[in-house]
């Protein structure tokens, strides 16, 4: 069982940035695939950000350059840095560890770009 919690929501103004943080209980060095995904009011769940074991990365089409994703094996995190951030990325974020076997999921954090 992997414990995922995420942190670093909350309310930023269009152009702004924000970082996310997601605590892993597992050595991240072990995970498959580590992302972040994100889900608006009436859409499905996206990928916004990943990366694998071997740390590479893949990104939303959206993203366009705005994120950045990382992880950090010696703190068992990874975050993602969102950048030039837009009203259209209104959505709650969740954090993902993949097993081929085993998909993880963190409860979310909110994060509402508004003027």
């Known amino acids: 069982q992997v414990q995922l919690v995420e942190s670093g929501g909350g309310l930023v103004q269009p152009g702004g940035s924000l970082r996310l943080s997601c605590a892993v209980s597992?050595?991240?060095?072990?995970?498959?695939?580590l992302g972040w995904y994100r889900q608006a009011p009436g859409k499905e769940r996206e990928l916004v950000a990943s990366?694998?074991?071997?740390?590479?990365?893949n990104y939303g089409d959206f993203v366009k350059g705005r994120f950045n994703i990382s992880k950090d094996t010696s703190k068992r995190t990874v975050d993602l840095q969102m950048n030039s951030l837009e009203i259209e990325d209104t959505a709650v974020y969740y954090c993902?560890?993949?097993?081929?076997?085993?998909?993880?999921w963190g409860q979310g954090t909110q994060v509402t770009v508004s003027s």
């Open positions: 993902n560890a993949y097993f081929p076997w085993a998909d993880y």
């Open positions: 990366v694998d074991s071997h740390g590479n990365k």
């Open positions: 597992e050595y991240v060095s072990r995970i498959y695939t």
